[in-house]
């Protein structure tokens, strides 16, 4: 025979006893009265049995009356002969304060009945969860709600008190995915119960199912009342790069970027938090594909059907610089109305590569009004405008000729660029550098930073250009050379460069003379190179002089003529007191010799030796 559970033990001990209280009561009942029955019926006696049995059957909640509170237990009447016993902490509250008091009634649940020492261990706390799993119960039959608080983050969802731990999936906390999780922890909410299991202890719950309910119902009200034109408050649901989703009451719209704002709008998140309350303007309404347009500029004036007055051409404006390109910087007036600076139109000296040069994104300019196209959004602007042109009044302080001093603040291969005033630059071009010198770059004389004078010799104010000159400090020696070297005159030069076609002779600094090839001896010379070294002294005698051009032309064979022709004059006078038939007879033996009489020779022009060389021939 299998053991007997403890409940079983303890209802029949308790039937063995009733039965020997009635054998007992019998007994005494008829000494004491006659008219007391001597024997129960067997019916009362099962009666009272079945009673104590339910009473004290495990997990059972009954109600019982507090009779006496210590230290670690609450002695709680549940109609037994034993009072059940209950541990004092069940009683204590958050501040850890007794919450008891005797006569207090209280729903406690059996847990375990001790036979050997015939007591009854109880649980208020159990008592508790038992009526909470019986609400869960018939709140899931009825597909209720349970209100509860959101405890803590746990994976994968968050842990619940419902009066029992519940677990909320993240996916059932909204309808939209949630990015700040904490945010929803001691929130009090309303939920849906999906599913439980009171053997495992297990509740799942769910607020999105109450969300989309909720929406369901807003949502065919929503449809039934939306219109083009009308003017409705929304929730920010969601926003993106490139827009802001907003709920109208179970039915979602899209805020376009460009239709937040007349002004400039960088993203929407500069301007909305999810949550925020707006309100909104119906532009299209799709009721097939439940599609809704909204606009919140449209709440406002378009501020450019105005801008021709407010804005008028010529006068000074006030703004801020919001965006720079490489053409340019855009300066927003007012939101919604921004004009173009362009580069060109920063500065009336300097040559702008990049705005960013000049201003920076957020400055706060004036500039002058120069064009605007409302039917085309456009306002053009200067920002040179504000201030004078100093290109006006530069011709009248530096007129044409003025000497002016400055330091060198660029050098290219062109020229040097002078620092004058008010940020313009005079240009030094490479050919004004020196009448003389052949420079090859300009760096070979000059370097930056340094202070030199020039003479003002032109200003173009259309192309803002102001020509310099250095060279013109001192006259031009080409202009007195014919007077320095005559034709026909002897001179003496140091060689500084043989090419096949001539020697060039330097005969002072800076000019020089060419010895052509043809000029270098009566005898014909294919190229002088090997024949002369630069720098040795070379003497000969100019030929021509052409001061435009630059260019002295020099012979050396005309100086070999000249000594062969003063020779024989020399002789020939020195012959003239002889008789006069020797004289003559000399004569035309020279006469025969060279080809021409010495009258001849000096009458030719020594400019010309190309003809010469040919009649010499």
Same mark, same amino acid.
């Given at each position: 025979?299998?053991?007997?559970?403890?409940?079983?033990?303890?209802?029949?001990?308790?039937?063995?006893?009733?039965?020997?209280?009635?054998?007992?009561?019998?007994?005494?009942?008829?000494?004491?009265?006659?008219?007391?029955?001597?024997?129960?019926?067997?019916?009362?006696?099962?009666?009272?049995?079945?009673?104590?049995?339910?009473?004290?059957?495990?997990?059972?909640?009954?109600?019982?009356?507090?009779?006496?509170?210590?230290?670690?237990?609450?002695?709680?009447?549940?109609?037994?002969?034993?009072?059940?016993?209950?541990?004092?902490?069940?009683?204590?509250?958050?501040?850890?304060?007794?919450?008891? &008091?005797?006569?207090?009634?209280? =729903?406690?649940?059996?847990?375990?009945?001790?036979?050997?020492?015939?007591?009854?261990?109880?649980?208020?706390?159990?008592?508790?969860?038992?009526?909470?799993?019986?609400?869960?119960?018939?709140?899931?039959?009825?597909?209720?709600?349970?209100?509860?608080?959101?405890?803590?983050?746990?994976?994968?969802?968050?842990?619940?008190?419902?009066?029992?731990?519940?677990?909320?999936?993240?996916?059932?906390?909204?309808?939209?995915?949630?990015?700040? #999780?904490?945010?929803?922890?001691?929130?009090?909410?309303?939920?849906?119960?999906?599913?439980?299991?009171?053997?495992?202890?297990?509740?799942?719950?769910?607020?999105?199912?109450? #969300?989309?309910?909720?929406?369901?119902?807003?949502?065919?009200?929503?449809?039934?009342?939306?219109?083009?034109?009308?003017?409705?408050?929304?929730?920010?649901? &969601?926003?993106?790069?490139?827009?802001?989703?907003?709920?109208?009451?179970?039915?979602?719209?899209?805020?376009?970027?460009? *239709?937040?704002?007349?002004?400039?709008?960088?993203?929407?998140?500069?301007?909305?938090?999810?949550?925020?309350? /707006?309100?909104?303007?119906?532009?299209?309404?799709?009721?097939?594909?439940?599609?809704?347009?909204?606009?919140?500029?449209?709440?406002?004036?378009?501020?450019?059907?105005?801008?021709?007055?407010?804005?008028? $051409?010529?006068?000074?404006?006030?703004?801020?610089?919001?965006?720079?390109?490489?053409?340019?910087?855009?300066?927003?007036?007012?939101?919604?109305?921004?004009?173009?600076?362009? $580069?060109?139109?920063?500065?009336?000296?300097?040559?702008?590569?990049?705005?960013?040069?000049?201003?920076?994104?957020? *400055?706060?300019?004036?500039?002058?009004?120069?064009? /605007?196209?409302?039917?085309?959004?456009? /306002?053009?602007?200067?920002?040179?405008?504000?201030?004078?042109?100093?290109?006006?009044?530069?011709?009248?302080?530096?007129?044409?000729?003025?000497?002016?001093?400055?330091? /060198?603040?660029?050098?290219?291969?062109?020229?040097?660029?002078?620092?004058?005033?008010?940020?313009? *630059?005079? #240009?030094?071009?490479?050919?004004?550098?020196?009448?003389?010198?052949?420079?090859?770059?300009?760096?070979?004389?000059?370097?930056?930073?340094?202070?030199?004078?020039?003479?003002?010799?032109?200003?173009?104010?259309?192309?803002?250009?102001?020509?310099?000159?250095?060279?013109?400090?001192?006259?031009?020696?080409?202009?007195?050379?014919?007077?320095?070297?005559?034709?026909?005159?002897?001179?003496?030069?140091?060689?500084?460069?043989?090419?096949?076609?001539?020697?060039?002779?330097?005969?002072?600094?800076?000019?020089?003379?060419?010895?052509?090839?043809?000029?270098?001896?009566?005898?014909?010379?294919?190229?002088?190179?090997?024949?002369?070294?630069?720098?040795?002294?070379?003497?000969?005698?100019?030929? &021509?002089?052409?001061?435009?051009?630059?260019?002295?032309?020099?012979?050396?064979?005309?100086?070999?003529?000249?000594?062969?022709?003063?020779?024989?004059?020399?002789?020939?006078?020195?012959?003239?007191?002889?008789?006069?038939?020797?004289?003559?007879?000399?004569?035309?033996?020279?006469?025969?010799?060279?080809? *021409?009489?010495?009258?001849?020779?000096?009458?030719?022009?020594?400019?010309?030796?190309?003809?010469?060389?040919?009649?010499? =021939?």
């Amino acid at each position: 025979m299998e053991e007997m559970t403890n409940n079983e033990k303890v209802n029949q001990n308790n039937l063995s006893e009733l039965q020997a209280m009635s054998t007992n009561d019998s007994s005494v009942d008829a000494d004491r009265s006659e008219g007391v029955q001597k024997e129960e019926t067997m019916e009362s006696l099962m009666s009272m049995y079945e009673e104590s049995f339910k009473r004290f059957a495990e997990g059972e909640v009954v109600t019982g009356r507090i009779i006496a509170v210590d230290k670690d237990y609450v002695l709680v009447d549940i109609g037994y002969k034993s009072e059940g016993q209950i541990r004092i902490h069940e009683f204590k509250d958050e501040n850890g304060e007794i919450q008891a &008091n005797i006569n207090d009634e209280v =729903e406690v649940m059996v847990e375990f009945w001790d036979e050997e020492e015939e007591r009854v261990v109880l649980s208020k706390e159990k008592a508790a969860k038992v009526k909470v799993w019986e609400s869960i119960r018939e709140t899931y039959e009825a597909d209720g709600t349970v209100e509860g608080v959101i405890v803590s983050r746990v994976k994968g969802g968050f842990s619940v008190d419902v009066g029992l731990q519940a677990f909320l999936p993240g996916s059932q906390a909204d309808l939209r995915p949630i990015r700040n #999780l904490d945010e929803m922890v001691g929130q009090t909410l309303s939920f849906k119960i999906l599913k439980y299991n009171r053997k495992r202890s297990n509740i799942v719950l769910s607020r999105r199912a109450i #969300l989309e309910s909720e929406r369901e119902s807003k949502r065919s009200t929503t449809l039934s009342s939306i219109t083009e034109g009308q003017v409705m408050k929304g929730t920010v649901k &969601n926003i993106t790069e490139y827009g802001v989703f907003v709920d109208l009451g179970g039915v979602d719209g899209l805020l376009h970027i460009t *239709d937040i704002s007349w002004g400039r709008v960088k993203h929407p998140s500069e301007l909305f938090t999810i949550g925020d309350e /707006i309100d909104v303007k119906v532009l299209s309404f799709d009721l097939e594909k439940e599609r809704v347009s909204l606009g919140m500029k449209q709440l406002t004036p378009d501020p450019w059907t105005i801008a021709s007055k407010k804005y008028a $051409v010529g006068s000074r404006v006030t703004g801020t610089v919001v965006s720079l390109t490489d053409y340019g910087a855009f300066v927003e007036l007012e939101e919604g109305v921004e004009g173009l600076i362009h $580069v060109s139109e920063m500065s009336w000296t300097r040559k702008i590569r990049h705005p960013s040069k000049v201003v920076n994104a957020g *400055d706060k300019i004036e500039a002058l009004v120069l064009d /605007i196209r409302p039917e085309n959004r456009r /306002i053009s602007l200067g920002m040179k405008q504000v201030a004078p042109n100093p290109w006006e009044v530069i011709s009248e302080k530096y007129p044409i000729g003025t000497t002016i001093e400055g330091k /060198i603040k660029n050098i290219t291969d062109f020229g040097l660029f002078i620092g004058i005033d008010d940020d313009i *630059d005079g #240009l030094v071009h490479i050919s004004d550098i020196s009448w003389t010198k052949r420079i090859k770059h300009p760096s070979e004389v000059y370097k930056k930073g340094d202070v030199v004078q020039a003479i003002v010799l032109d200003i173009d104010k259309g192309s803002e250009r102001f020509s310099l000159g250095i060279k013109q400090l001192h006259p031009d020696p080409w202009k007195t050379v014919k007077e320095r070297y005559e034709v026909g005159k002897e001179i003496s030069g140091i060689v500084t460069n043989i090419t096949d076609f001539g020697i060039f002779v330097e005969l002072e600094e800076g000019i020089e003379g060419l010895v052509h090839v043809s000029e270098i001896s009566k005898e014909k010379i294919k190229t002088p190179v090997g024949q002369y070294n630069v720098g040795e002294e070379l003497t000969a005698k100019v030929m &021509n002089v052409n001061t435009e051009e630059r260019r002295i032309g020099l012979s050396i064979k005309r100086l070999e003529f000249d000594d062969e022709e003063s020779l024989l004059k020399d002789y020939v006078t020195n012959m003239k007191p002889a008789t006069s038939s020797f004289g003559e007879i000399l004569s035309e033996s020279l006469k025969e010799k060279t080809g *021409d009489t010495a009258e001849k020779k000096s009458s030719k022009k020594i400019s010309d030796p190309v003809s010469e060389e040919k009649s010499e =021939e």
